[in-house]
């Protein structure tokens, strides 16, 4: 792996020559070889057979708002495979400076009381055979070990569908598909709505 940033022309030429379409990252920084504290939460918004995009986006609504309890500003962003993720930065809220573990089980206990309280459309375990019309809110993409698909990154899916970070009033209006390269890339010179994340 070139020891250039993630970011190096170098970097990317490596990426694109290993045919690596799909690029998951971690849900921290490493400096000179170390693991940081996580900067980032992020919520991934798997939807079961039956569910899609809309089911999610309703999912998200209520997350948002149950995030801002944490002063955490959500960030929702379609995957280009099935669901969508919310990403929001650690900087300024009530767990900036906190663990995997710690940011791994606040997102768990999101979870959990969301499928107490919409029962018929959320679901916390991991169990698949309770997930048909419902959506997973998979809580561990927070774990240490586990990686996240890069927002604006490829899928290696049939079509060039991409990860692409939405506003809100998208997800407000409902009826989101998933956004095609051509599409993704017309957005490279609008705002990006994930520029709340920076953190330098």
Same mark, same amino acid.
Request: glycine share 8%; hydrophobic share 40%; net charge negative.
């Given at each position: 792996?070139?020891?250039?940033?993630?970011?190096?022309?170098?970097?990317?030429?490596?990426?694109?020559?290993?045919?690596?379409?799909?690029?998951?990252?971690? *849900?921290?920084?490493?400096? @000179?070889?170390?693991?940081?504290?996580?900067?980032?939460?992020?919520? +991934? /918004?798997? !939807? =079961?057979?039956?569910?899609?995009?809309?089911?999610?986006?309703?999912?998200?609504?209520?997350?948002?708002?149950?995030?801002?309890?944490?002063?955490?500003?959500?960030?929702?962003?379609?995957?280009?495979?099935?669901?969508?993720?919310?990403?929001?930065?650690?900087?300024?809220?009530?767990?900036?400076?906190?663990?995997?573990?710690?940011?791994?089980?606040?997102?768990?206990?999101?979870? *959990?009381?969301?499928?107490? @309280?919409?029962?018929?459309?959320?679901?916390?375990?991991?169990?698949? +055979? /309770?997930? !048909? =019309?419902?959506?997973?809110?998979?809580?561990?993409?927070?774990?240490?070990?586990?990686?996240?698909?890069?927002?604006?990154?490829?899928?290696?899916?049939?079509?060039?569908?991409?990860?692409?970070?939405?506003?809100?009033?998208?997800?407000?209006?409902?009826?989101?598909?998933?956004?095609?390269?051509?599409?993704?890339?017309?957005?490279?010179?609008?705002?990006?709505?994930?520029?709340?994340?920076?953190?330098?």
């Amino acid at each position: 792996i070139p020891d250039e940033p993630t970011d190096a022309l170098a970097t990317l030429v490596w990426f694109a020559q290993c045919g690596a379409l799909e690029l998951h990252v971690p *849900q921290w920084r490493v400096a @000179d070889g170390v693991p940081q504290p996580p900067d980032r939460v992020v919520i +991934d /918004l798997d !939807p =079961g057979p039956g569910a899609g995009l809309d089911e999610c986006s309703t999912v998200a609504r209520e997350i948002r708002d149950r995030m801002q309890d944490a002063d955490l500003v959500a960030v929702p962003v379609t995957s280009g495979s099935k669901g969508m993720q919310l990403y929001a930065a650690l900087r300024g809220s009530r767990i900036e400076g906190a663990s995997t573990e710690i940011t791994s089980e606040y997102v768990k206990q999101l979870a *959990q009381g969301l499928t107490r @309280d919409l029962p018929d459309l959320v679901v916390w375990l991991m169990t698949k +055979d /309770l997930r !048909p =019309g419902k959506v997973f809110v998979d809580w561990s993409q927070n774990n240490g070990r586990k990686t996240t698909i890069a927002p604006w990154s490829l899928r290696g899916r049939e079509h060039a569908f991409v990860a692409v970070p939405r506003t809100w009033d998208e997800v407000m209006a409902g009826g989101m598909t998933h956004l095609t390269i051509d599409a993704a890339r017309e957005r490279l010179a609008e705002p990006d709505p994930l520029a709340l994340l920076n953190v330098d």
